[in-house]
């Protein structure tokens, strides 16, 4: 990793980007289930989900997901842009 670390700073650091990286995720996952849900289900007079719920949820998943690349490829471009204008100067 970085040269100005020894090799159990290394290796704390990287178990702490890991952790670091599982809690974001669960975070994010738990805002779509969360967010789906409140958006979707509104009917808790069968253990079951409707058509229209589960249709929705899906929509809703795709959606999230979908904005969440878009949102990363967006960084990612820009974050070559600014490399590259950096280069020029």
Do not use: H, P, W
């Amino acid at each position: 990793m970085d040269a100005g670390l020894t090799a159990a700073e290394s290796r704390e650091l990287e178990a702490r980007l890991q952790k670091r990286q599982v809690k974001d995720f669960m975070n994010s996952f738990g805002a779509l289930v969360d967010g789906c849900f409140n958006a979707c289900v509104d009917d808790f007079t069968s253990k079951a989900l409707s058509g229209r719920e589960t249709g929705c949820i899906s929509r809703c998943v795709t959606k999230s997901t979908t904005q969440t690349r878009l949102g990363e490829r967006f960084a990612e471009l820009n974050a070559a842009m600014t490399a590259e204008q950096q280069q020029k100067r």
